[in-house]
């Protein structure tokens, strides 16, 4: 099983569509979590962090389920800007901290 | 304030030849990351350096090597170049050694011929 798991898309929708992404992860000790966007040829940038409460920035919602070892991204109202690939991200500190990325899931919002 | 700076952009090398990248941090940030990014895959972990120090190293060969200096600023080296090596290296600061938000650089792009 890879350590962090998401389907790579692409998931296209029309503007203002409401989209969901999932991600898994293996390592039931690994202590944060979040989501990257990295638009196309450029550089990872941080999206948001994921807590166990989940939380909300504005049209971004994401939730943590430990249990499961499972994250999710929901985007609301897609607008065109958000087509970017998403990174899931999983923090783990053992001996040394190591951030592991996912392969990312591809959004495509057409208008 | 500039970003995490990387050089150079792009460069073109042949198998069995050995590359230098270099990356400066965001002024203040103590903690440089290299990852290796290939076309279609998520950034993978090479080496974290903190106060000078390597703090992790992810699953690559000892072709792969870096430092960092007292500036900060780090190097990443790859010898004895392989067709495989073509990839996306990006360079990120973090101000601390245990921070999952990581400042990337625009990266420096390598194709090994």
């Known amino acids: 099983r890879k350590e962090v798991e998401q389907d790579p898309g692409p998931f296209n929708v029309p503007e203002g569509a409401t989209v969901a992404f999932n991600c898994t992860y293996s390592?039931?000790?690994?202590?944060?979590f979040f989501w990257y966007r990295q638009d196309c040829r450029k550089e990872p940038k941080l999206l948001m962090s994921?807590?166990?409460s989940g939380n909300e920035d504005g049209r971004f919602t994401a939730q943590l389920n430990r249990a499961s070892q499972y994250i999710s991204l929901l985007i609301r109202d897609s607008k065109l800007s958000d087509s970017a690939t998403y990174l899931c991200?999983?923090?783990?500190?053992?001996?040394?901290?190591?951030?592991?990325f996912g392969k990312g899931t591809m959004l495509l919002v057409s208008p | 304030d500039a970003g995490v700076t990387q050089s150079p952009t792009h460069l073109i090398k042949t198998r069995g030849q050995q590359v230098t990248l270099r990356c400066s941090p965001i002024?203040?940030?103590?903690?440089v990351s290299w990852y290796q990014q290939v076309l279609g895959q998520g950034p993978q972990f090479i080496f974290q350096?903190?106060?000078?120090?390597?703090?992790g190293r992810g699953n690559f060969p000892d072709r792969f090597s870096a430092r960092q200096f007292p500036n900060y600023s780090s190097e990443l080296n790859v010898n004895a170049l392989l067709l495989g090596d073509s990839a996306l290296y990006l360079c990120?600061?973090?101000?601390?050694?245990?921070?999952?938000?990581?400042?990337f650089g625009e990266g420096s792009r390598l194709t090994v011929l």
């Open positions: 990120a600061s973090s101000l601390y050694q245990l921070a999952g938000e990581l400042f």
């Open positions: 390592n039931s000790a690994s202590q944060s």
């Open positions: 994921v807590y166990s």
């Open positions: 991200v999983v923090f783990t500190n053992s001996g040394y901290s190591t951030l592991t």
């Open positions: 002024s203040g940030h103590k903690s």
């Open positions: 350096y903190y106060e000078k120090e390597e703090r």
